[in-house]
């Protein structure tokens, strides 16, 4: 009996988590450029972006995407149709999962310039690289 509670254990432990490292941090491949993007872009503007006990993945989603927060852990969830006609564009995605990490540091949406004005900037984002940066200022402006 101990032994079946033990297996059952482990293998919950094994499969209810994305975490395989001891950072808790699991980004999909598929997003890792467009994650590892944003990390870059906080550091230089110096904020401090938590990673532990963080997920960031591609699934389901009844919007573009999603960021779930509970007790100590996060998930962004990237819609999968974005991928379902191979590779989607790099800029469009990137401003999808900025805006996700937008709500992972806490930033509600908004109606002004701004990466967290669901969806109005995605053009202008995508097009003009002066734009964007000052989008991509902007989202971490507020702290
Ligand atoms: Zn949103």
Redesign the pocket.
Known sequence: MKTIAFLFLATCLLGCSDFADQEHFYVDPRLSEAVTAFFKEAENRGIPVQKDMLSVVIGPCS?S?R?EKTNNTAKITINESFFRSGSPDPIALQYMVY??F??YMGRE?NDSFSI?N?NTYAGVYHNDAAQREALIDELFKFQ
Do not use: I, L, Q
């Open positions: 919007t995407g960021c805006h996700e937008g709500h949406h967290m669901p």
